[in-house]
Every structure is written in C-alpha cells, then in structure tokens.
C-alpha cells in the first residue's frame, strides 16, 4: 500500500461574497499517495481551484486538515508555507507563465535560484532536464520564440528541476492543439514514472482522463466519485 | 541570486530603463545646480572675504560701529605686536593681512592742473610691495590689470577700470586724494594712476581705488596703524572651523593686555565673515534653500519613481504572483526588489553624476558672464559666475537618488504585501 503523501480530513472552505457566504468545498476528504497521477474534475465552480490551493498551501481550510506527511499545513506560519511550496511542490499553469525576459535555461534554474542554490552548482542539472523535455537545441531561446507546446515543456521542467514530491497542473492542456495536448500529457506519465513525483491535474479535458491512474469528480464543492483509470496511454 | 535578478533587470526595459533614467536625469540636475548654487554663493563669499572682511577680522569696535564714515581715529596701532598676538591666538594657518579702509574726494586735475573732475570713493590699503605678501595673490591682481602695472613706489594708485572711463583717467595720470586725516585733520596727497583694474565686479570696477599700505599710512597721517586685521584661511577650510578659531580668539582676546600705544577706549573685537554684511543669515537661508531644492528634487524622483514601480509591478504582476506561488516568501521579494532598487540607484546615480559633474564642471572652467545683469545690483559677486564641483555635491546627488529609487520601489512594493496566496491561481491563469 503506498505511503500517503497529502490527507484531507473533512475540509471545507467558505468564502465570504458580498453578504453571503459561498461554500467552494464541503467536507471533502482525500488521500493522495506518493506518486499519484490522477487528476481532478468536474464543471466550473465545483471547487477544483480552491483544492488545488489547499493542498499547495496557497489558502487554508475554513474547517478540516489538510495534512502533508502527517503534518498539518494549518499549524504552518506564511514563511513556512512559502518553504513547504518551495521545497515540496512543482506548478504547471495553463497560461505557462514562463519569465519573458529569461531564456529557457533560465526559467528552469530560476525554482532553484528561489531554493538558495548557486547557479554554477545546478547548470548541469538545469541542462540536463531541459534534454528531457526535448528543448536542449533551444535551451538559449526566449519564451516568445517558443511554440505554445515547447513552453507548456519548459513549465514542466521548472517544476519537476526541483525534484518535488508533488506537482499541481493546472488546466496544463487547455491552451495546446489536441496534438500537443497528447505530447504533453505523454511527457508528464513518462517523468512521473522517472521521478516518482505525485501529479495531480485539474482538468476539463478529456484527453486528461486517457492518461491518469485516478480520477476525482467534484461537484457543488463534493466529491461525486474517486474511481481508479488504467493510465494507458503511455508511449514510451 | 542577485545576479540572476541583476540580469532579468538589465534585460527588461520596462523596469529598467525608465526608472534609471528618471534618477539619471534627476540626479544630474542635483549634481549641477548644487554645483552651480555652490559656485555662485561661494564664489560671492571668496570674493567678500577676500577684497573685504576677511574669513576672520581684527577690528575695533567703535570703527566697526561707524564702519561707512571710515572714521580712521578708530584704528589699531602697534601693528608687529598685534600682529604676534594674533598669530599666537589664532591658528597656525591663518595668514593675517593689514588693511586699511579708507574714503576720500578723488580729484582729476587738467593739463594746468584745475579740477577737471571729482568723485567720492572708497578705497582700500593693503600690502602690495612686501615680497611676502599675499594680498596681490589673493585678489589676483596680476591678472586683473587691464592697462599699465601695480604699485612700485610710493603714492602710486590702482583703479577700477569703468571709474577711470567715468573720470577719463588713463594710466600716468595725476590724482589727488582729499580726505581726512587720522586726528581729523584736512589732508590733501598727490598720487599717480599706474594701473587700471578689471576686478570682474561691477560694483568695485565702478567706485574702487586701491593704494600701497605704506602711502596710505604716510597720506592719512596713519603711522604703523591700520582700521582692520583680515585673517584668512586657506581654501577648503569649513566654516565652522572659523568660528571654532574665532571662539578660541574671543577668549584670549578678553585676557589681552593691548599694546602701549593703543588709546584707552580701543576695544577690538574679533569676527567671522558670518558676522560682516548679514552673510551669516545669507549663508544659513543658502543652506535651507538648497536643502529644499534638493529636498523637491528627492521628493519629485520618488513620485515618479514610485509610479514607476507601479507600472512596473503591473508589468510584473504575473512574475510577482508566480515568485509567491513557487514558494518566495513576501518579505524576501520586497528584498529583492529593494535590491534592484537600490542597483538602480546606484547605476542611475552614477551616469547623473556623470553626466551633472560634466556639465557643472564645464560652467567650472568656463563660466556664466552674468556681468549685464549683475550691473546694477551693486552685489559683490564675479561678472562671470562660476559652478564649483565638490564631493558635498555629489553626496548631495547621490544619496537621494539612491534613497528615492529604493523608496520608491518599496513604496510601490506595498501591494505585494497586501497580495493573497489565494488568488493565485486564478490570476496566474488570466495570464
């Protein structure tokens, strides 16, 4: 049985709306493993964003735990989630939110720049994933001389450069042709595979779906199912 | 990691190029005109100290009183043993110099030697043949004689250029001077014109004569007496030292037993150039207003500056939120943008003071002929205004051009603070 990586315990989240409270999440909980991948989904709303941020310690529970190898976030200072963001997880955006004004080598050092690392102590580790993701011949590039796909692969290599033990992607597909969506997705099962890390996607795509081991529908801020996939899709 | 953010900063324009250019210009502009206002103020102070009041001044007071009727009964005598008491009680460095102040009725006589014209002056006696006198040094003199030579003999006169073309004097003529003497007596001299004097300020080209030390003692009846002491610093010496000395003067001033010749009522006083002509209350609003040119200067650059770091925090929105997603914490971002801050500062502070000392220096060597508009004032200031370039006016540059840029980034900074990890999510994927 796999070790526990996250544990959410009856967690809800209210948040205040003008004179009325809106409950994104209503007594959710959840157990995510080390090495997961699974992903989840469910209509706009349903509370897929407001988990996300739970779990990456962006926001904190209105009741509930959100544990992290049996340490609750809650008891956590800002500074101290800020190291737990920093040390523990890796972010892929749907808008990749790449550093304009940095090449591609940069943006996958920078995560490790925010870890105190020395850039002449990384280069070959920087170098060495930018191979992986396929961009070695234009590690030296701009994002704005990047294809939409070629910058969702320099989002995943500053994710996963850190080495961290979970990664939240977020809507990753949704700005990519189907094409690209299959390279992508393809790409993240075969590091997950390679780096053991947890992966957990928010997702309306249903592309998503043919490649994950596990699937969480959320709806109304509950979750309507948590069924297990087959993750066939792999290509290696 | 400064240097990854050193070359983030370097590339974006956005963040780097305006906000360097806004301290480049704004410390240029502190840099030159405190090295103008410098100039000019203190050009005017050098110049009053030096054909006037001296940086300190011996003088008595009841002559000090009535200075404008140059009541000569008033002067000091015994001058080799004041001159001792003074350079015992004062500091090593001051050279002290004799003068005497003098009016008179200047009359031009014709060819059958008839009044052709008369005018009133003010004249000054200094030194001007000892070898060892710095009087003609100090009012450079020399290079001031615009026709003829300086005084070699006895009774022979320097005058102010446009004073000679208003009384159609040129160099050889004979003048005499009417005036009054020591014990109150009429005296009447005969001098010679031997040289005419460009001082380079109007009001003195217009109204002063000046005459040997020696002939005016002879002519006014003045033997080994002179009206003022003028000590003078050398150059560099701050202010404050000179009241420092002058206190330490007043003090063994008080316990001085005078010289035997001098009357029982002298009562000699020592002063400052603070004290002489209202300058210490010139000097004093100088300082307020160019600490509040400096201050406006600090103040406008920070108002920009922190629009700057606005629009730059708007430009950066998504980086900021992205730092704070991946596990920056707040504190350490501010940090780092106080750094860029600061390195733009000093980058922007560096080409200002480039580019201002440049400028300041130029109007150093060259100058600004301000003759026309100074004609009139009657103000003891150099027709050609000068800058004068000084490490104060660099500091003076510098400092707030660094300060407004670090304090312009933090105060933009703010809204950092106020963002939520919350959020992040959400404004990350608008993009």
């Known amino acids: ?91 892929i955006f749907q808008t990749y939110n790449l550093l304009p004004v940095y090449s591609v080598y940069e943006n ?104 994950i081991r596990r699937e969480v529908k959320l709806e109304d801020g509950r979750i309507s199912w948590d069924k297990p996939r087959n993750g066939t899709e792999i290509e290696t | 990691m400064i240097s990854f953010w050193f070359r983030g900063m370097i590339r974006d324009k956005a963040r780097f190029l305006f906000p360097f250019t806004v301290v480049t210009i704004g410390v240029a502009l502190v840099v030159c005109l405190v090295g103008f206002m410098e100039g000019v103020f203190m050009g005017m102070i050098d110049m009053t100290a030096n054909l006037d009041s001296g940086h300190l001044r011996l003088v008595n007071q009841s002559f000090y009183d009535e200075e404008h009727l140059r009541p000569l009964d008033r002067s000091l005598a015994n001058q080799r043993e004041t001159r001792d008491w003074l350079v015992k009680h004062s500091d090593p460095e001051v050279d002290w110099a004799p003068r005497i102040r003098w009016g008179a009725i200047l009359d031009v006589p014709d060819e059958k030697s008839e009044t052709r014209s008369q005018t009133p002056v003010v004249g000054m006696a200094m030194d001007l043949k000892s070898p060892d006198s710095e009087e003609i040094q100090r009012l450079r003199l020399k290079s001031s004689l615009v026709q003829g030579t300086l005084p ?29 003497s020591f014990d109150g007596g009429l005296v009447a001299d005969n001098y010679q014109v031997v040289g005419l004097v460009r001082f380079g300020i109007t009001a003195m080209d217009k109204k002063m004569v000046l005459i040997d030390l020696a002939s005016a003692q002879s002519t006014f009846y003045m033997e080994d007496m002179v009206t003022d002491w003028l000590g003078y610093f050398p150059s560099g010496v701050n202010f404050d030292h000179y009241e420092e000395v002058k206190g330490s003067m007043k003090v063994g001033l008080a316990n001085w037993s005078p010289p035997k010749d001098w009357a029982k009522d002298d009562s000699p006083i020592i002063l400052s150039i603070r004290d002489q002509q209202n300058i210490g209350a010139i000097m004093d609003k100088f300082q ?137 999510f959400r404004e990350l994927e608008a993009g």
């Open chain 1, 1 to 91: 049985m796999s070790e526990n990586l996250i544990t959410l315990e009856h967690v809800s989240k209210v948040y205040r709306v003008g004179e009325e409270n809106f409950s994104a999440l209503n007594d959710v909980s959840l157990e995510v493993s080390k090495g997961a991948f699974m992903s989840f989904v469910g209509p706009s709303g349903s509370g897929k964003t407001t988990l996300l941020n739970l779990i990456g310690g962006l926001d904190r529970p209105t009741t509930g735990k959100v544990l992290f190898k049996g340490t609750d976030l809650e008891n956590m200072s800002r500074d101290k989630l800020a190291a737990y963001r920093r040390e523990n997880i890796g972010f």
């Open chain 1, 108 to 211: 996958v050092l920078f995560p490790l720049i925010l870890n105190g690392l020395k850039e002449n102590q990384v280069r070959e580790r920087v170098e060495a994933m930018v191979a992986k993701v396929g961009l070695q011949d234009q590690i030296n590039k701009k994002p704005a001389q990047l294809s939409g796909g070629q910058c969702q692969r320099v989002a995943i290599a500053r994710a996963l450069v850190k080495d961290p033990l979970l990664i939240l992607a977020d809507e990753p597909t949704a700005n990519l042709d189907s094409e690209n969506s299959h390279q992508i997705l393809n790409l993240m099962q075969t590091l997950n595979q390679e780096f053991k890390a947890a992966v957990i996607f928010s997702t309306h795509d249903e592309k998503v779906t043919r490649y």
């Open chain 2, 152 to 180: 070699k003999g006895s009774n022979e006169m320097l005058m102010g250029f446009q004073l000679a073309e208003v009384l159609d004097v040129s160099v050889g003529q004979p003048i005499t001077l009417i005036g009054q």
């Open chain 2, 288 to 424: 307020v207003i160019k600490g509040f040119v400096v201050g406006v200067f600090t103040f406008l650059m920070i108002l920009v500056l922190w629009n700057a770091g606005i629009l730059s925090g708007i430009h950066r929105y998504g980086e900021m939120g992205l730092r704070l997603a991946f596990g920056e914490p707040h504190w350490k971002l501010i940090l780092t943008l106080a750094m860029e801050g600061l390195w733009v500062g000093i980058l922007g502070s560096l080409a200002g003071s480039l580019l201002g000392g440049s400028f300041a220096w130029y109007l150093q060597e060259v100058g600004l002929n301000m003759g026309d508009s100074f004609a009139q004032s009657g103000l003891m200031i150099n027709d050609i205004v000068r800058a004068r370039v000084t490490v104060g006016g660099f500091i003076q540059g510098i400092v707030p051009g660094i300060f407004a840029s670090v304090a312009g980034t933090l105060v933009a900074s703010m809204a950092i603070f106020k963002r939520s990890e919350a959020n992040l």
